[in-house]
């Protein structure tokens, strides 16, 4: 197996690639088969989150490459900008993973929130793509006041610390 520790933005080609829906992406710990059949290990910093057309770097040189799987989604369209701000505001609210478009929005296929964003007043259709969802305002890390660039740390919990 293959152990994956780091991302790769160096002059290599990726020689084989890992299809993972966004779920899959999201996670820092991970057993996978790439398209090629090798088997991967991920153990990348807590908080990674992959995105297709990234690159990853084995311990033993080997690059990979990640692309993100096609999912069952939901799209929501609509003419109206401020509509579709508002269906945009309300999954915000609850936390959802949205992916923007021009005139069009994007979740993981949902019937509770398709019967939301259909009362609100946009069209909804099923569509199958690759998910890229908005990273959020934190994507490059969450600091407070006061804080070096171990930030982050203040949200995770440790046993046994001395």
């Known amino acids: 197996m293959l152990s994956i520790e780091r991302l790769y933005d160096g002059p290599v080609s990726a020689s084989d690639h890992l299809e993972l829906s966004f779920d899959y992406r999201t996670r820092s710990r991970l057993r996978a088969r790439t398209v090629g059949g090798i088997e991967v290990g991920l153990f990348l910093p807590r908080g990674t989150i992959l995105r297709g057309g990234q ?6 040189g080997t690059v990979i490459g990640v692309r ?7 799209e929501a369209r609509c003419e109206d900008p401020l509509l579709l701000a508002r269906a945009a505001y309300h999954l915000g609210n609850r936390h959802v993973a949205v992916q923007l478009g021009e005139g069009w929005l994007r979740i993981g296929a949902d019937h509770v929130l398709g019967g ?7 069209a909804l259709h099923a569509v199958d793509a690759p998910f890229e969802p908005e990273t959020g305002a934190y994507a490059h890390g969450h600091q407070h006041p006061g804080e070096g660039a171990s930030g982050a740390r203040i949200h995770e919990y440790r046993r046994n610390a001395a």
């Open 55 to 60: 690159r990853l770097q084995a311990d033993d």
């Open 68 to 74: 993100a799987a096609v999912e069952a989604l939901t």
């Open 116 to 122: 939301m964003l259909a009362g609100l007043g946009v």
